[in-house]
């Protein structure tokens, strides 16, 4: 093999490896924080490259997550942060026009939804922590840049 080759192999392990870890699981909350069919835990991701909320909540002692958009208008859904079911507890309901979505699988059951779903994220639980997996679609919202402090002698800007 040749050197031109083996760099060629090197680069493509080493974008393998890129990929694989933008793809990692991330850690959400701890198993203990998720009570069945109780509140959701909210968490930023970018979605298409744009920031938006993701949630994950317990059901039927699984753990389901989606984007915390509705299949009738692209908003947020929750009439209280991480309040996502209706008043019987068996449905994701959005508070703004009453659509409502079966927790197993995000698909509409009723309102102005028909024929939508809920864009999902894939889930595990693992040594008491609940996690979630990146996909092309879906990323971790980037750590916030933390601004330099001004240089010597320059005061600092108000907060
Ligand atoms: S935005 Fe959710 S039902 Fe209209």
């Keep these: 093999m040749s050197a ?3 760099a060629g192999h090197a680069d493509a392990a080493t974008g393998a490896r890129a990929a694989a870890g933008a793809f990692a699981a991330q850690p959400v909350c701890a198993s203990a924080e998720l009570a069945e069919r109780g509140r959701a835990r909210l968490w930023d991701v970018l979605l298409w490259r744009r920031p938006a909320r993701a949630f994950v909540l317990r059901f039927d002692a699984r753990v389901v997550a989606y984007v915390n958009r509705c299949a009738h208008v692209p908003a947020e859904m929750d009439w209280q942060p991480g309040e996502f ?4 507890r068996r449905f994701i309901l959005c ?6 979505y079966e927790p197993a699988g995000g698909r509409c059951v009723g309102g102005p939804c028909a024929g939508g779903r809920l864009i999902s994220l894939r889930v595990e639980e693992r040594d008491g922590l609940v996690y979630w997996y990146p996909s ?6 980037p750590p ?10 320059v005061p600092a800007p108000p907060p």
């Design 144 to 153: 916030k840049q933390v601004d330099a402090p001004p240089p010597d002698g």
């Design 136 to 141: 092309p679609d879906i990323v971790p919202m």
């Design 95 to 100: 508070s703004l026009h009453g659509a409502s």
């Design 4 to 6: 031109r080759s083996d």
């Design 85 to 88: 079911l209706d008043l019987e």
